[in-house]
């Protein structure tokens, strides 16, 4: 089992930066690939970059690449997701999830944390 808490997104203006973390609990989170999704309201939910279990491997999605890094701690059990150049279509809200794959899929993700709103204003 893992359990994943987010705390606060929060509101930046357009080409700003936010950084965002998940801190995860559960003594298998290191042989976990992490991910970062988004998902507006009424769409549905949107791959956004993952890394594998031992930090070595990363992939992005286009529109965020290049601007977002992502990142995980294993001491601290934590996943960042640092995102530069903010854009106003950058705002919905993002969730953190693990997966014992590296996959894009968020159906391959088997646990979730409870998402955190990121606004960018124009």
């Known amino acids: 089992q893992v359990q994943l808490v987010e705390p606060g997104g929060g509101l930046v203006q357009a080409g700003g930066s936010l950084r965002l973390s998940c801190a995860a609990s559960?003594?298998?989170?290191?042989?976990?690939?992490m991910g970062w999704f988004r998902q507006a309201p009424g769409k549905e939910r949107e791959f956004v970059a993952i890394?594998?279990?031992?930090?070595?491997?990363?992939y992005y999605a286009d529109s965020v690449k290049g601007r977002f890094t992502i990142s995980r701690d294993r001491a601290k059990n934590t996943l960042y997701l640092q995102m530069n150049s903010l854009k106003p279509e950058d705002t919905t809200v993002y969730y953190c999830?693990?997966?014992?794959?590296?996959?894009?899929?968020?159906?391959?993700?088997?646990?979730w944390g409870q998402g955190t709103q990121v606004t960018v204003s124009s």
């Open positions: 999830a693990a997966s014992p794959g590296y996959s894009s899929d968020y159906r391959q993700f088997h646990y």
């Open positions: 559960g003594s298998t989170f290191a042989n976990y690939a």
């Open positions: 890394i594998n279990a031992s930090g070595g491997r990363t």
